[in-house]
């Protein structure tokens, strides 16, 4: 019989008589992060044309007007011809690496303890390239659709704003009154079929709103499910019942009562909004060779771009002061 003696002490939790207790963990990490917002998995998905994708938009149909009617017996018909416009929007890259070390796989590989971390690390991976999406999406900071400033994306929110469809409710004005009076304008242009689908905020915003219907008008607001298992609080307007879908990537100034404070609402037609991908809607995944260093790497890479459609009549950006 040999006996061998071990130095365990800065290992173990507890040492006694017939006790040595040593750490382990649970092999379910808890996770809880935040991943996909709804409005990128609620917008149009349709193939990039080329770099830029092109379409065209017509902004006027041939309207022969007054001029159009003539005497029967004596007809003279005015010239007229459609109004069309060329839209283009430059595709972007979202990318994330991720290098798995060999010594630290054969490591997790002979403890068994977390034999599923290498998936779900490259899981995460896709998802925070997901989630740099979808904040893009609403705040990317490019300027131009025509002349890219920067390699983001040319925000939603800036591309609406920069439509000048923007309207501001005080401090002392009902944000609902203001959400509906400015949704029953956009149904009442008399040059474009508008129909909104649904308003998007941050969820303090909704909150607020939330609060102002029951304690002005005694109402509670219905609700309805927009996508499995995610169920939200409807507004009734001259467009139906529209869904006030919170989005977390959807930020505010200030802090809400000061009277300084800032919360933005977009009011969107969600199919005149389009991703524009390249090759695939969803990332994709490369693995690279393997170097002289034996770590395996992986590249998260996804190609497109958003595209606001009619953002000067289809979509309302209003800037609720609190």
């Known amino acids: ?52 994708s092109r379409f065209f938009e017509e902004t006027a149909i041939p309207v022969p007007g007054t001029a159009g009617f003539v005497d029967p017996r004596n ?21 994330a690496q991720l290098n798995y070390n060999l010594f630290d796989m054969e490591l997790g590989t002979q403890q068994k303890q977390f034999a599923y971390l290498q998936a779900k690390d490259l899981v995460d991976t896709i998802d925070g390239v997901m989630i740099s999406h979808d904040v893009a999406l609403w705040n ?34 009902s944000i609902v009154d203001g959400l509906k009076s400015t949704i029953a304008l956009m149904v009442a242009s008399t040059s474009f079929a508008v129909r909104p689908t649904a308003i998007y905020a941050n969820p303090v915003l909704l909150d607020l709103i939330d609060r102002e219907m029951k304690s002005e008008f005694n109402v509670v607001l219905g609700t309805k499910e927009i996508t499995s298992g995610f169920t939200v ?17 959807l930020s505010y100034t200030g802090t809400p009562g000061s009277g300084t404070a800032v919360l933005p609402a977009y009011i969107v037609t969600e199919d005149m909004i389009e991703y524009h991908w390249l090759s695939d809607p969803n990332p994709r995944v490369f693995q690279l060779g393997v170097p002289s260093t034996l770590a395996s790497q992986y590249v998260v890479v ?10 000067s009549y289809a979509h309302y950006q209003v800037l609720v002061d609190r």
């Not at 996909?36 to 149009?44: E, T, W």
């Not at 591309?159 to 501001?168: E, K, R």
């Not at 996804?302 to 953002?311: E, I, L, Q, R």
């Open 75 to 95: 007809i003279a018909a005015p010239v007229v011809s459609p109004t069309r416009v060329e839209r283009s929007v430059p595709l972007k890259a979202v990318v």
């Open 140 to 173: 990317g900071n490019d300027t131009s659709l025509t002349t890219p400033t920067t390699a983001q994306y040319f925000g939603c929110a800036a591309q609406i704003a920069a439509g000048g469809n923007t309207t501001t409710i005080g401090t002392a004005d």
């Open 233 to 249: 609080k409807m507004l009734s307007t001259q467009a139906g019942d529209l869904p006030l879908i919170p989005d977390w990537s």
């Open 302 to 311: 996804k190609f497109g771009a958003p595209v606001v459609k009619g953002a």
């Open 1 to 52: 019989m040999r006996a061998n003696f071990y130095d365990i002490h800065a290992a173990a939790d507890y040492i006694g008589p017939g006790a040595i207790e040593v750490p382990f963990y649970q092999t379910e990490i808890t996770d809880i992060v935040r991943r996909r917002s709804l409005f990128g998995q609620r917008i149009k998905q349709v193939p990039a044309t080329g770099h830029p």
